[in-house]
């Protein structure tokens, strides 16, 4: 069974920098598509950015192109989030999420894509 752990989240002023990690377990996770999304209080979970297995495809949100950027280590079965020019309306907790499937990209920004996901971590960003 795969388990996924985020960290790195916090409380930041705006314009400030923050880096999420996901550290996986149970199975290597290096063929498979991963994912960041993002739930504010109130609002529909959202996708924010996804990593092919090799890293050489990413995608983002309209909302966090430019300003965030996905990674991922295979070596430490770990995807990281750089998140930089940070504003309030990035507080949310964030979740990172992986497709079972292997060598496989099909909606990536679909949560129903994902078959496993972390507990989140809290990124706040005050004004």
């Known amino acids: 069974q795969v388990q996924l752990v985020e960290s790195g989240g916090g409380l930041v002023q705006a314009g400030g920098s923050l880096r999420l990690s996901c550290a996986a377990s149970?199975?290597?996770?290096?063929?498979?598509?991963l994912g960041w999304f993002r739930q504010a209080p109130g609002k529909e979970r959202e996708f924010v950015a996804a990593?092919?297995?090799?890293?050489?495809?990413?995608y983002y949100s309209a909302s966090v192109n430019g300003r965030f950027t996905i990674s991922r280590d295979n070596a430490k079965n770990t995807v990281y989030l750089q998140m930089n020019s940070l504003k309030p309306e990035d507080t949310a907790v964030y979740y990172c999420?992986?497709?079972?499937?292997?060598?496989?990209?099909?909606?990536?920004?679909?949560?129903?894509?994902?078959?496993?996901w972390g507990q989140g971590t809290q990124v706040t960003v005050s004004s």
């Open positions: 999420a992986a497709d079972d499937r292997t060598y496989y990209i099909g909606a990536y920004d679909r949560k129903g894509e994902y078959d496993y």
């Open positions: 149970g199975r290597t996770l290096s063929r498979n598509l």
């Open positions: 990593i092919s297995w090799s890293g050489g495809r990413t």
